[in-house]
């Protein structure tokens, strides 16, 4: 397999960090080589940041940021019009996107030809599921949904382990439903 | 918790460097947080407060207090260490000189960083070039594995008898010190083993035996001890094999003054510091495949300077670019490329030799990049002449 290379785009506080090291933390659990870094800029709630995961069998030495992603990973839908999402994505590439639209309206909107789309929505799946606009989680599942580098139980383990002390067992659940209900309702076109 | 198939753990460079602090145990820590070495301070003062260490924490008001409280530690006799960045460096720089002057084995894990001015949170060489002639060893890492051990090895260099050496670590700032990697770790009672029990040779403590450190020393003797301190210095690159080997069979990696790939029939090569050297690797990959000779070579110790062994890898190479993440000001390029060319002066080989200067405040550098720069070196070869000697990559002109 070669390297999987993924731009998390999310806006301070939105939790795409988090989701970038979730999927890495997964991955290095069955035995891949990994990397999982934000962009640091001026740190700020609510301003756009992006960052990357790198996921390979063979052990990763670049340590570049990462220009041409597999997969990017919209996590702020208003950052569709604020940021070049697609910048650097291939002709195989995979755009995934939290909206209530649908992929043929992500499409017109980015202008996007390539590749996959796919959009849910994430932040209605967090409000139900934590109660809480934090749709990070939600993506996570979605990215499973279309690369099967880790499984979703392998990504539940990590979450498990991570939250449970610091958020209790009711919010831990939410989260694992989140990332379930993203992986079954992401629409693909 | 999850079932654990692998056994790295996901840790940051930086987070990595508190392990390894943890492990060792230092009987003083004294430190002041800047980004980006802050994550260390946290995580260590983490496991002073849950009592998983038993340091003495100094918790400073500013770098030059936290030098002047681990000199006064490790005259005393302690087992010290701190750690710093950047501005934290040259704030602590009158106490840095005095540490090693007073040979004094402080431990010292630095977070490369750009120097102000202008203002700039990320990784440049700027701050530790800048103390290349303060009388530290510097060891420069690649990667968060490489960090955490080189900060365990760093402890034996510094201690041993015949060094007596503050010793840095750098890694480079946010690019290894924030990047979560799977890191492998060792074990608890391997590395106190490995590192033992300090003890001091002339501690200020020791009543029965009394001595004086940092007294007033003239036109009589400074020249001497400054000769002594040079002389350790060189003493270091014989010394430091043997660590190495003791490294090795403790803990199974292979260190040496120097880290080479696909150097050995390279007609081109590239001499690079710390995570850059990881990115050039790949680019060595792709050129190898085209049927360019390309190699790589990567200094991890850059004081002492290692020459011989920099000098035997370059043997076969025809034409060499010399990266530097900071600029020296001399106009005659960066600091590795001025050392770099004064050990091929009175050596046997003459290959075409080049400075790129790059990635200052952290401007990231590409495999596109450095691709471009073996393609330099290619056109040099064939022209018997570099282009320019000293090149500003991925700067605006």
């Known amino acids: ?189 | 918790m999850a079932q654990t198939k692998s056994k790295k753990i996901p840790l940051t460079g930086d987070q990595a460097v508190a392990t390894a602090m943890k492990q060792i145990g230092p009987d003083v820590v004294a430190a002041y947080p800047i980004t980006p070495q802050t994550e260390i301070v946290m995580y260590f003062s983490n496991y002073v407060a849950n009592g998983q260490v038993s340091t003495e924490m100094i918790p400073v008001e500013s770098e030059h207090s936290a030098m002047s409280a681990c000199v006064g530690a490790s005259a005393a006799g302690a087992r010290t260490m701190t750690a710093t960045s950047a501005n934290g460096l040259a704030l602590m720089w009158e106490i840095v000189y005095i540490a090693a002057s007073l040979r004094l084995p402080i431990v010292m894990p630095v977070v490369n960083r750009a120097l102000s001015g202008p203002i700039n949170i990320h990784c440049d060489h700027s701050d530790t070039m800048g103390a290349r002639d303060s009388g530290w060893i510097q060891i420069y890492c690649e990667s968060g594995q490489e960090v955490y051990e080189n900060t365990i090895l760093a402890v034996r260099i510094a201690e041993h008898k015949d060094i007596l050496l503050p010793v840095m670590i750098c890694q480079d700032g946010f690019i290894t010190s924030h990047a979560v990697e799977g890191v492998q770790l060792f074990e608890d009672k391997l590395v106190k083993e490995f590192v033992g029990e300090y003890k001091a040779a002339h501690p200020l403590l020791d009543v029965e035996n009394p001595v004086t450190y940092g007294p007033l020393d003239l036109q009589d003797y400074y020249f001497e001890h400054k000769r002594q301190q040079s002389e350790s210095m060189k003493g270091a690159l014989k010394i430091m094999p043997e660590l190495f080997k003791e490294f090795e069979k403790t803990f199974g990696t292979k260190y040496d003054f120097i880290d080479t790939y696909k150097l050995e029939d390279a007609d081109i090569a590239l001499i690079a510091l710390s995570s850059t050297a990881g990115t050039a690797r790949g680019v060595v990959d792709v050129l190898r495949k085209e049927g360019v000779k390309a190699g790589l070579l990567r200094p991890r110790v850059f004081r002492p300077f290692p020459r011989e062994k920099i000098l035997a890898a370059l043997k076969n190479v025809k034409a060499l670019a010399v990266f530097d993440r900071a600029e020296s000001f001399s106009a005659e390029g960066g600091p590795l490329y001025t050392e770099i060319k004064a050990a091929l002066y009175d050596s046997d080989i003459k290959p075409l030799v080049t400075n790129y200067i790059y990635g200052l405040g952290g401007r990231d550098i590409f495999p596109d990049d450095i691709k471009k720069v073996y393609s330099d070196l290619g056109a040099a070869l064939k022209n018997k002449k570099v282009s320019n000697p000293i090149n500003y990559l991925g700067s605006r002109e």
């Open chain 1, 1 to 189: 397999m070669a390297m999987v290379e993924v731009c998390w785009h999310g806006r301070g506080g939105q939790g795409a960090k988090t989701a970038s090291q979730f999927l890495g933390e997964a991955a290095l659990d069955i035995g891949k080589y990994i990397q999982a870094f934000p962009e640091y800029g001026p740190e700020r709630a609510g301003a756009p940041m992006k960052a990357f995961t790198r996921i390979s069998d063979e052990p990763i030495y670049v340590h570049s940021s990462v220009k041409n992603p597999d997969v990017v990973i919209i996590i702020d839908p208003t950052l569709l019009g604020a940021v070049n999402v697609t910048e650097g994505l291939g002709d195989d590439g995979i755009l995934l996107v939290n909206t209530d639209k649908s992929p043929a309206d992500i499409r017109k909107e980015t202008d996007f030809k390539h590749g996959k789309v796919g959009t849910v929505d994430a932040t209605k799946i967090a409000l139900e599921t934590l109660k809480i606009p934090m749709p990070n989680m939600p993506m996570l599942g979605a990215f499973l949904k279309v690369n099967s580098i880790v499984s979703i139980d392998e990504v539940s383990d990590i979450v498990k382990a991570k939250f449970i002390k610091k958020l209790g067992e009711e919010k831990t659940k939410a989260n694992i439903e989140g990332i379930k209900r993203a992986y079954a309702e992401l629409k693909i076109g």
